[in-house]
């Protein structure tokens, strides 16, 4: 079983309205070590919309070269109708084009033929049940 450690959260200034961004950050362990991070902003100013990048992959080794180890998929959350939509996108069209940790940004044709690529969109089916934060955002 999964587990996630939540981060407290940090607030951003948009940059396209100048509203605020809550950016969150969470660890996701399997079989006691770490398995996923994963980053999640969103805003007021832009309701029922929610950023996803998941990283997966080696983790523990600080001198691994990030991109040659993890792939980073992205992913835009959105709910209409009390019903949620979940979609890939481009990882280098996402609110994190400079971030390089979580891994090799993948395309959103290459994420979804990507072998972890289950595992990715099980975590943000999990996010749905687990992340307090982010069901707040939702309910609103």
Partial sequence: MDRIEFEAPAYLTCNCCTGITTSLTRFVSRGGGLFAVYFIKYSESHPGIANIL??????????????AV???FAFRLG???????LSVIDAAASPWPGQVLLGRKLSATDARA???FNDAFA???AMLDHDVPLQTFFAA
């Avoid at 998941?54 to 991109?67: I, M, P, R, S, T």
């Avoid at 709910?79 to 939509?85: A, K, P, Q, S």
């Fill in 54 to 67: 998941v990283g997966l992959g080696a983790w523990g080794d600080d001198d691994a070269d990030a991109e």
């Fill in 70 to 72: 993890r792939s980073a």
């Fill in 79 to 85: 709910r209409v109708g009390g019903e949620y939509n």
């Fill in 114 to 116: 990507h072998p972890a």
């Fill in 123 to 125: 975590i943000c089916n």
